[in-house]
């Protein structure tokens, strides 16, 4: 292997960045922009949810359950009342409003005759994980709404205290998730698709020619296709790192010096992976469209970022375990929010090296130098 | 000119069939991928693992942890101490931890204050407040029942029963699958028709436009059209071999009401991508501009967080997403069953973003080439 014959690669790469305005400005933009869309934009948190009231009873009581719904402003967000059970659906049909509560007319009657009541809740299950937390946050309303009924009913009453702790994440501000796993996202998806760009590139115009016959060898012609695109993402990393500490305030437990070594490795493996993909396809709009269909499932789906891997079925539990992005994104948690563990990041750092050994030998025994 | 047109499109529908691995990657796309979304994901609670401290070991203690059942939970087992449930939270093994303090039963059949502990795992987002809620849920009724010995139900409290319309079984696959097409549909839309364009522009064809007959315009129309067909036809064949077919999703409404606000979503959005045609020289810009465009319009749709959750701001700017009209009037055809007396604002919103999208990216690719 020669050096000088790489860093002639890499110097070519960088010239021809260095002309093209456009791209110059974009190869930094993307990553930002996808910090910026997914760090602000992937709340989980389920608030403000509008709603209307159908009160049959109108009662004190009634009016008593209705005014905690009404007060627990952050969740929910009331519209108003409806006069029947039909105007409210149609409502949630319009898209308006996502729940109607309902409260039947014998409901201060029953409660005062020592009889138990149902009341009921329509959601609009368009959005499952929003109906599933709008569910909850009103089941939760109900509980404190009949604890009150029965302090009020016995005198000696028990309430069993319940004591949730968030571990690694105290406060559970999901921020700290979401936003340090953006480096999970940009630093695979973006890799991926600029260096599958630049060796179809030289196909589609021709200049791949100009390789074929040179004296250069394949494996150094890849690594300097590679050199180029992993500083271009190295410059990108930091960014980013500083955006999530400096603009979303996430805590970082862990060694930042630890922590980049297992990023250039990812990155690594990311670009391998874009490499790869540029020996199978022949067209530039190929290249594209196939690394971000291929990269863009596993770093938001199976990775864990969005649910945990340990709940998903079998055969989802299967594919999260074959892409490397599970395990950078252990390696994110673990140096961002749990602390580090020398045997933990061992393990996982391991098996990000296996993927990149993997994948660059496939990609330099893929590359034909003739056709 | 007409008839040249129509050459042209077929000229372009030819050249794509030709190209193998695009099209791979194109059929995969509206098949396979949604397929593995359906199946991937699943943002309600499903299978949490979970693991138990139990100090007490008693009747009770065992009784309240078999009312955390399958599907919402899965027991994993009693640990003996904090050190290993340390360990098993790191490593992800579960999301949360029950942790039962002794004499439990005792406190509870003696009516004396008692406590549960409820530890969760804070780096799963989704799960975590989930895991919290429902398991505070149940260990309320739980003690509630245990400590006046009568069942729950007798007793003069209120009981939420919920119902969830157009989608009892908050199936999360359902919602999984259809917005993973919407954004199939919205990349492809911006990156066919611009890679189309760009591709001459990089091998010099228009140069040879320039002296045939056929005009430019026609030229990039044909190409805007020929890719608009392909998506079209694409959703078409997902939505009966995929949607309906293998994961028999119901299909409440008018499939031709869905195939129109479809082809009217995707005539117009085009017009981002000749905005992107008219920017770009290469395919790295256009690769860049185009995942820069992609993510705030799927973002502001509302396909990954609900609107009412945003930011005010990026509520107001929702507006601005031509997906976000798209996305809810699809869902109300495809799930709540309504005809166009209902949806037809939905159609608006597409027609009046998306004409003047069209107008304005057609005039930049004009100009610029």
Redo the contacts between chains.
């Keep these: 292997m020669n050096i000088k014959k790489i860093s002639t690669i890499y110097k070519k790469e960088i010239k021809e960045l260095k002309r ?1 305005k ?2 110059r400005i ?2 930094f ?2 990553p930002i ?2 910090m910026f ?2 760090g ?11 709603f209307v009231i159908l009160d049959e009873d109108n009662s004190y009581l009634s009016r008593e ?1 209705t005014y905690s719904f009404i007060q627990n402003s952050r969740y929910y ?1 009331f519209i108003g009342t409806v006069k029947s059970q039909n105007e409210g ?1 149609e409502l ?4 308006e409003s ?1 729940m109607l509560l309902v409260i039947p007319s014998n409901f201060e009657k ?24 709008s ?6 309303i ?2 404190n ?3 009150n ?2 302090t009020k ?1 016995s005198q ?15 406060d ?1 501000r ?1 921020k ?3 936003a340090s ?1 953006v480096l999970l996202i940009a630093l695979f ?2 890799p991926a ?2 260096s599958s ?1 630049l060796v179809v ?1 030289e196909k ?2 021709g200049s791949i020619y100009n390789i074929y016959t040179s004296s250069i060898r394949k494996t150094e012609f890849i690594l300097g296709k590679q050199l180029f695109v992993m500083s271009i993402f190295i410059i990108n990393y930091f960014i980013l790192y500083l955006m999530t500490i400096f603009l979303f305030d996430v805590p970082f437990k862990g060694s930042f010096l630890l922590f980049t070594f297992s990023s250039i490795l990812y990155l690594l493996v990311s670009t391998s992976l874009g490499i790869l993909i540029s020996t ?11 690394s ?2 291929i990269c863009i ?1 596993p770093a938001i ?2 990775s ?10 079998n ?2 539990y299967f ?1 999260a375990h074959i892409f490397p992005n599970y395990y950078y994104f ?1 390696l994110i ?1 673990m140096c961002y ?2 602390g580090l ?1 020398l045997s ?1 990041y061992i393990k996982n750092m391991t098996i990000l090296a296996i993927f990149y050994i993997i994948l660059i030998s496939l990609s330099i025994f893929r590359f034909r130098k003739y056709e | 000119m007409i008839y040249r047109l129509i050459v042209l499109i077929i000229k372009e529908l030819i050249q794509f069939f030709r190209d193998k691995g695009l099209l791979l990657f194109v059929l995969y796309l509206f098949t396979g991928d949604l397929y593995i979304a359906a199946r991937g994901i699943d943002l309600t609670l499903k299978n949490a693992k979970f693991y138990v401290i139990d100090e007490d070991m008693s009747y009770l203690s065992r009784e309240l942890i078999s009312k955390f059942q399958k599907p919402t939970f899965e027991f994993m087992g009693y640990l003996s101490g904090l050190k290993t449930a340390e360990r098993y939270m790191f490593e992800d093994k579960c999301v949360g931890i029950i942790t039962i303090p002794k004499d439990f039963e005792k406190k509870i059949l003696s009516k004396s204050d008692n406590y549960v502990g409820i530890i969760v795992n804070g780096t799963e987002s989704s799960s975590s407040y989930l895991f919290a809620g429902y398991a505070a849920n149940i260990i309320s009724k739980f003690s509630l029942e245990k400590s006046f010995h009568i069942n729950v139900k007798k007793l003069p409290i209120v009981n939420l029963q919920q119902k969830v319309l157009y989608n009892q079984n908050m199936d999360s696959h359902i919602f999984m699958t259809i917005t993973e097409l919407f954004s199939v549909i919205t990349l492809l839309i911006l990156i066919l028709p611009a890679s189309a364009i760009i591709k001459e522009k990089e091998n010099g064809n228009i140069e040879m436009m320039l002296v045939s007959p056929v005009k430019i315009s026609e030229f990039m129309i044909a190409k805007v059209i020929a890719m608009n067909v392909i998506i079209v036809l694409g959703v078409i064949i997902s939505t009966i071999l995929i949607i309906k077919g293998l994961l028999k999703i119901p299909f409440q409404g008018s499939f031709i009401l869905f195939t129109l606000l479809t082809t009217l979503y995707v005539f117009t959005s085009s017009g981002i991508s000749m905005f992107i045609a008219s920017v770009a020289n290469n395919m790295l810009q256009v690769s860049q501009i185009t995942i820069m465009l992609l993510l705030p319009i799927l973002y502001l749709s509302g396909s990954w967080a609900p609107v009412e959750s945003m930011p005010y701001i990026f509520q107001k700017l929702t507006y601005l997403s031509p997906l976000k009209y798209y996305l809810e009037g699809s869902f109300s055809i495809i799930l709540k069953g309504l005809d166009f007396t209902y949806v037809y604002k939905y159609f608006l919103g597409t027609f009046l973003l998306g004409v003047p999208v069209f107008v304005f990216g057609a005039y930049f690719l004009k100009r610029k080439i």
């Design positions: 093209d456009i791209s974009m190869v933009m993307m922009m996808i869309v997914f602000y934009g992937m709340a989980l948190d389920v608030e403000k949810i509008p359950l967000k659906i949630i049909d319009k898209g996502r029953r409660l005062k005759s020592n009889l138990p009541v149902d009341i009921q809740i329509f959601e609009d299950g368009i959005f499952p994980y929003r109906a599933s937390v569910i909850s946050y009103s089941t939760i109900a509980n709404f009949n604890l009924l029965i009913h000696n009453s028990v309430i069993t205290d319940i004591r949730t702790r968030y571990w690694f994440n105290e559970m999901q700290n998730v979401t796993g998806i973006g698709i600029v760009l590139k589609e115009y199978f396809v022949k067209t530039q709009v190929t290249a594209v469209v196939g971000a269909i499932i789906l199976y864990g970022y969005i649910t945990p891997v340990s709940s998903m079925a055969e989802a594919i252990n948690k929010l749990k563990s933990e």
